[in-house]
């Protein structure tokens, strides 16, 4: 008959049994894991004193385990465990306290992410607010509150602001994006839309080379058409004027020179005016457009490169005259009147051909250093009534007017 065992209380031995489980699964060779035990070194604290952390190392994974913290297991503070030792050779059983450990693996750099996003979350706002929400004042609260609320007014706003500008690219596309942003710089600064000045010229022909808007090879293209415009008769005119043709070019193409050199160069250049008055008031620029108004294959690929943009639809490429190119096209209009009115230009009739403001025309003449002047003309709707025009021209040196002089002053309330 087998003899029978006792149990005993170790008394103040105070070595705890450890009992660790482990959350992924079941130890097979549990004699193959390397174990060991570390308490804290605060033997004086009675919170420190009793922590513990067990560690497992196997070949594949380690784990960890702790009877503090939020991953620590709950039932230690609720019971109390013993587990019994037997000496086999005495029979008798010796009874320890016992604490359970929750063994879980341990994967390489997830703690140190998981530190620095706890880290980066709590914020010495959040810390404050949670002091607050805690122990702060009815006041305290209730600002808390409100700066909270107006945070998610905020967030709101700025989700249907992002939805609004989704939409809008949605429906207009990235064109229309292109065209803000180039109205915007259009209307901040002209000078980037102006032909080129030679501001050490002599003269006031050369202050905007004539070469630099046409060059040899371009007015040389030009020499047909030229020669259909000079050819023009008082009928075929008004028949152009019946259609809508350009006012400024009509003007010069009524009293054109007598002499062979000055007729063929001022017809040249009034058809080259006229289309680019034109294609200031299209939208979308193609070569079909370009081709049926009879325009030279280097006079397309002029236009086409200086005064249009280029943008993908669908996978195809477009070239739009956006609003900076209208008001390139518009510095470049008033440069070649220019040279065809012995320097000066009708700011009132260019303006009308070209479709924009007679402001816009006027900040465009005083970028160009124009002196500019009024004159009376007899209107084209009623016959017998004056209507006053505005003209530009171009006299050495050139001027320069000041933004600020020119804003009109506030009238003082009375």
């Not at 952390?53 to 784990?63: H, T």
């Not at 994967?107 to 530190?115: S, T």
């Not at 032909?195 to 050490?200: A, G, V």
């Not at 299209?282 to 490169?305: A, H, M, T, Y």
Request: proline share 3%; with cysteine.
């Amino acid at each position: 008959m087998a003899s029978t065992c006792s149990w005993k209380p170790c008394g103040d031995t105070r070595q705890d049994a450890l009992i660790v489980k482990f959350s992924n699964g079941h130890v097979k060779k549990a004699e193959q894991l390397k174990i060991g035990a570390f308490k804290h070194t605060d033997e004086v604290n009675p919170r420190k004193k009793n922590r513990r952390i067990v560690v497992a190392e196997s070949d594949r994974l380690s784990y960890v385990g702790n009877n503090f913290g939020s991953a620590s297991l709950q039932c230690n503070n609720m019971c109390r465990y013993f587990v019994g030792v037997l000496d086999k050779k005495t029979m008798k059983m010796k009874v320890h306290n016992a604490q359970l450990f929750n063994m879980q693996p341990v994967i390489p750099g997830e703690a140190e992410a998981a530190n620095e996003n706890t880290t980066q979350a709590e914020t010495y706002r959040d810390k404050v607010d949670a002091l607050i929400e805690a122990f702060g004042t009815t006041k305290q609260k209730r600002a808390l509150s409100s700066r909270r609320l107006n945070e998610v007014g905020n967030d709101t706003l700025q989700k249907a602001v992002a939805r609004a500008a989704n939409n809008i690219i949605d429906q207009k596309g990235v064109e229309a994006l292109h065209n803000a942003v180039a109205e915007t710089e259009a209307q901040t600064d002209t000078s980037k839309f102006l032909p080129f000045c030679n501001t050490e010229a002599d003269k006031p022909e050369d202050v905007y080379p004539f070469d630099e808007l046409l060059s040899p090879v371009e007015y040389e293209a030009l020499k047909d058409i030229g020669v259909k415009m000079a050819e023009l008769t008082p009928e075929n005119l008004q028949k152009m004027r019946d259609e809508g043709s350009p006012q400024t070019v009509l003007k010069h193409l009524e009293f054109l020179p007598k002499e062979a050199a000055a007729r063929e160069r001022l017809s040249r250049c009034a058809w080259y005016l006229s289309f680019l008055i034109k294609v200031s008031l299209q939208k979308r620029l193609s070569r079909k457009f370009c081709v049926e108004n009879g325009c030279p294959r280097i006079i397309i690929n002029k236009v086409l490169k200086n005064f249009t943009v280029e943008s993908f639809h669908d996978g195809n490429l477009r070239s739009t005259v956006s609003t900076s190119m209208r008001m390139k096209l518009a510095s470049h209009c008033l440069a070649l009147l220019l040279h065809m009115g012995d320097q000066t230009a009708n700011l009132t009739l260019l303006h009308r051909d070209l479709g924009i403001s007679d402001i816009k025309m006027l900040e465009l003449a005083k970028a160009m250093g124009l002196t500019l002047s009024r004159t009376s003309a007899c209107s084209t709707e009623e016959v017998g009534t004056q209507d006053e025009h505005r003209m530009a021209s171009l006299v050495l040196p050139l001027v320069c007017y000041d933004r600020h002089n020119e804003r009109r002053k506030r009238k003082r309330m009375k």
